[in-house]
């Protein structure tokens, strides 16, 4: 089967995208990564990340199987116009609630780390719980036009990117934490989600300006 290399780098970079924002937000998961990165050790806090990123690939599949069957439905001109403009627009709004977001007070350290798998299947049934992942994959789907049809190879590639992404962000966080414990406050949670609100919000709103302006 021939595959679009175009089309698979695009995907690729747009799931690299989608894993890293989906992941972001300093949300139950988040501060429970957090929290295990310095109270157990990276790798407790990372293993719990990864676990999340199981959970998030999963709805992603599901929120990317049903909209492609919407779009078999619609035609492909003034349609996607207006599914990637209330992409962008949902996205702004989920930039604006992180943004807002005031995220839970860490635990006190527990004596007990527990294994690798108990803080991977913690961390997979923390984010299993919160459906509302769905709107942000369907932003993020329409936004980027993540969803493309007669492709399933380059489909699938790109799904595998939202893992890479995701798995990226959380060795990234759990690194960085890792190496400031020490000088580490819980207002620091608050301030990354403002900072990641703001830079959602920013590329929202360019993207919107893209789409009118494309039209």
């Not at 695009?10 to 690299?16: F, M």
């Not at 527990?110 to 108990?118: E, I, L, N, V, W």
């Not at 492709?151 to 400031?180: C, M, N, R, S």
């Amino acid at each position: 089967m021939w595959i679009d290399p175009l089309l698979t780098l695009e995907l690729i970079l747009k799931g690299l995208i989608v894993g890293i924002v989906a992941s972001a937000p300093m949300g139950p998961v988040g501060v429970l990564t957090v929290q295990r990165t310095l109270n157990k050790g990276r790798w407790y806090g990372f293993v719990t990340g990864v676990g999340a990123s199981l959970s998030d690939i999963i709805y992603a599949i599901v929120t990317g199987l049903g909209l492609s069957l919407v779009m078999d439905f619609v035609e492909k001109g003034s349609a996607m116009f207006w599914i990637k403009l209330a992409g962008g627009v949902m996205l702004f709004l989920f930039g604006l609630w992180t943004f807002k977001t005031k995220p839970a007070p860490l635990r006190p350290k527990s004596k007990q780390k527990g294994t690798f798998a108990h803080n991977f299947l913690t961390g997979f049934l923390v984010t299993l719980s919160n459906p509302l992942i769905v709107f942000l994959f369907l932003a993020l789907f329409a936004r980027f036009g993540f969803i493309v049809s007669d492709h399933p190879i380059e489909q699938f590639l790109g799904y595998l990117a939202i893992v890479a992404g995701a798995l990226f962000w959380w060795l990234g966080l759990t690194g960085f934490i890792d190496k400031v414990r020490s000088r580490f406050h819980v207002e620091a949670i608050g301030l990354l989600n403002k900072a990641i609100g703001i830079a959602v919000m920013l590329a929202s709103l360019v993207g919107l300006i893209f789409i009118v302006t494309q039209k």
